[in-house]
């Protein structure tokens, strides 16, 4: 192994349903992350429905597997945090431990992100009709291998700086 995070997921997608307790296992496990003042400025949208799976791959450029996953979450942090400059950051060390968790129940899943991208955010929300006081995050279809190794090793050694 070549670089100090190995998270490449080996399953390949397969059109039969996530159960129920693995999700809830994934979301506890993102649930889990420390957050500033343990505020947690999270919430979880797990989506089922093929039209909504559908809307959620037209608003996601690189996320066109999300029209055909058995399952998909979508992330969302608080508008109004308390702490609104660590609002990513929270929801980043989240999605982190749901990534983990979702690989360790052999669910595969790849994390395709919306923010900063506030055209993408925006379509998200209305995919899934997001209240209005929470952003669309990530999303996060099940079953696929994750990004090539080359884009889930983002903190290969060249990148450490040694001072």
């Not at 496990?29 to 947690?40: E, G, K, L, R, T």
């Not at 949208?45 to 959620?56: G, I, N, Q, S, Y």
């Not at 990530?138 to 040694?162: K, L, T």
């Amino acid at each position: 192994m070549n670089s100090i995070f190995h998270r490449v997921s080996v399953r390949r997608y397969q059109d039969r349903p996530v159960e129920k307790e693995k999700i809830i296992a994934v979301l506890k496990a993102a649930m889990q992350a420390p957050s500033a003042m343990n505020q947690q400025p999270w919430e979880f949208f797990v989506v089922t429905d093929r039209e909504t799976l559908r809307k959620l791959a037209d608003a996601c450029p690189y996320g066109k597997m999300t029209a055909t996953a058995p399952a998909a979450i979508v992330a969302a942090y608080r508008e109004e945090p308390l702490l609104p400059q660590y609002a990513h950051i929270d929801m980043s060390i989240a999605m982190e431990n749901l990534w983990l968790e979702a690989d360790a129940q052999g669910l595969g899943g790849v994390w395709i992100g919306t923010a900063p991208h506030e055209d993408r955010m925006r379509a998200v929300e209305m995919a899934i009709a997001m209240p209005s006081h929470l952003r669309a995050f990530a999303v996060f279809p099940f079953g696929y291998p994750a990004e090539s190794r080359a884009q889930q090793d983002r903190f290969d050694e060249s990148r450490i700086h040694w001072l």
